[in-house]
Structure formats: structure tokens, C-alpha cells
């Protein structure tokens, strides 16, 4: 069995960086047309493009809100529900907006769900939009400086072109990958979706550095060898993460902890896809050519 896995991947390994490289091209695609169709690579919730945020205390569940609220005012809505921690127990209900003053939500609200509000069960939230775009415009910044400094690490510790290339596209595929199903199932982009793309950053390079280690070490086994060992450790790395996080976001009643453990599951997919197909396949094509050169 081994065997014939070697030899399958020995034939296929330029198919298999192919691959991962058509699914970027793929995943640059969405985040272009959505930007030239809404201005913006991702759609951003309030806590980004600033609005208003109102919380409802109450154990009931108020059904179908969002679609009333929709309707009345035109303006996208976004309302989630609030539970008590372990439990199905209802503790109120969060209202976000971006054009709406909460001063027309809280009477709209009173009349849709038939409760007077006041300070004990109701309270209002607003972010400015020019602050929330300060927010997203720093979030950018911090992501792309930690791109960066990532990259020089990386090149101080292989100081090798092309395999340090290979391991820093693998981590830009992956997070272009990730915000473009995001796109693509109309998730909102928040503050905490930023950290959490900047752990899944940290992440994919973790395991494309193992990889690419463990293939450079020539004194160790054969080339196939290797590969197998490195694949043995990181996929395991991967399998506990997803599981660890698929508990938490089942368990978790927060929505940005939910929004971090998602973000970061999708993340973990393509991870593996670019870790063994692209980044395994494109450093096997190197080395094998440097092998023959030499």
C-alpha cells in the first residue's frame, strides 16, 4: 500500500501542486468580483463599517424579526439570539444595523415585539462609521505586517528561495481561500474574524514548516520517507485542531467565538490542501531538479 502511494504521488505530484494553484486562481476570482460589484473584497459587520448594535433581554425568542425588520426599514439586518452558557435557555436577542439610529429601533422594536424597553431589558450600541473604518483599516495593517514579518522569518530560517516561497504562497492561498468561501456563503467579516485569520496564518505556516524541514533534511531516509513522516505529524496536528474546534463552536453561545472557530476550521481544510498538494508537490519538483543538476 505504501508503496503504491509513493508511486501515485511520485507520477501525480505535478497535478497535485496544480491543483491547489486552479483553487486560488478560483478563490482571487470571488474576492475580485465582489469587490467590483459591492466596493469592498468582503461584506463587514458594524463592528467594521460602524452602526448600531441593540440587545433585547428577555427569554423570549422573537421569530422571524430579522425579516420584519427588513422589511419595514429596506436596510440589512443582522439579529442573533443570546443563551445562557450550556444551556438552550434564551437571555435576549442582539439587533445590528448600519443606517438605523437607535433611537427609530428601539420604537420600531417596541412595536414589532410588543414590549415597552427601558434601561432594565434594552440597551443601544453605536459605532461610528468613519471608527469602524479606522478598525478594519488598522486590522489590515496588523495582518499584513504579521504577513510580512512572517515572510522574513522564513527566509532567515530555510535562507533557500525557492522552498521559502513556496511555504509563504501556501499561507497567502490558504487565507485567500478562506475569505473567499466566506464571500461566497455571505459571512460577515468582524473584528474577531481578523484575529482569527491571523491565527490561521500562524497555523498554516506551522505545518508547511514542518513539511518543508523535514524534505530538506537529506540524511534521513529517503525522499518518500520523509514526506510520510512530516504527513503523519501534521495531519494529526490538523485532525486534533478541527475537532477541538468543532466542539467549541457546537458549545459556544458567543457569536464571535463561533465566527473564530469557523473561520479557522475553513482554514484548516485548505491548509491541508495546500500543505500536501502544492507545497509537497512544487518542493518535490525542486528538489528532484536539484538532485539531477547536481
Known amino acids: 500500500m505504501k508503496q503504491q502511494f509513493q508511486e501515485l504521488y511520485y507520477k501525480h505530484y505535478k497535478k497535485l501542486f496544480l491543483i491547489p494553484l486552479l483553487i486560488v486562481i478560483l478563490a482571487l476570482s470571488v474576492l475580485v468580483w465582489n469587490y467590483s460589484t459591492t466596493g469592498d473584497i468582503m461584506a463587514k459587520d458594524v463592528s467594521l463599517k460602524g452602526g448600531t448594535t441593540a440587545t433585547i433581554y428577555s427569554d423570549i425568542a422573537f421569530e422571524n424579526l430579522e425579516g420584519i425588520l427588513e422589511e419595514r426599514f429596506g436596510e440589512d439586518f443582522t439579529v442573533r439570539e443570546l443563551k445562557e452558557f450550556g444551556s438552550d435557555k434564551y437571555i435576549g436577542t442582539v439587533v445590528e444595523v448600519s443606517n438605523i439610529n437607535g433611537d427609530d429601533l428601539k420604537v420600531a422594536l417596541e412595536e414589532i415585539i410588543g414590549l415597552t424597553l427601558n434601561e432594565e431589558n434594552f440597551s443601544v450600541e453605536f459605532v461610528g462609521g468613519s471608527l469602524g473604518e479606522s478598525f478594519y483599516k488598522q486590522m489590515a495593517i496588523a495582518l499584513v505586517l504579521a504577513y510580512i514579518f512572517m515572510a522574513i522569518v522564513v527566509f532567515i530560517a530555510f535562507r533557500i528561495p525557492v522552498p521559502s516561497f513556496i511555504v509563504i504562497f501556501a499561507a497567502f492561498g490558504d487565507m485567500l481561500c478562506t475569505l473567499a468561501v466566506m464571500d461566497l456563503f455571505g459571512m460577515k467579516l468582524s473584528t474577531a474574524g481578523i484575529a482569527a485569520i491571523l491565527l490561521l496564518i500562524g497555523y498554516s505556516v506551522d505545518t508547511d514548516i514542518l513539511l518543508t524541514t523535514k524534505l530538506l533534511r537529506r540524511g534521513e531516509g529517503t525522499l518518500f520517507t520523509r514526506l510520510i513522516e512530516s504527513m503523519k505529524t ?41 500543505t500536501y498538494g502544492m507545497n509537497a508537490g512544487m518542493l518535490i519538483w525542486y528538489l528532484k531538479r536539484r538532485k539531477v543538476e547536481e
Do not use: H, P, R
Open 234 to 274: 501534521g495531519l494529526t496536528m490538523t485532525a486534533t485542531s478541527f475537532v477541538a474546534l468543532g466542539i467549541g463552536y457546537l458549545l459556544a453561545n458567543s457569536l464571535v467565538l463561533k465566527q473564530m472557530f469557523l473561520i479557522i476550521m475553513i482554514g484548516l481544510v485548505f491548509d491541508v490542501i495546500m
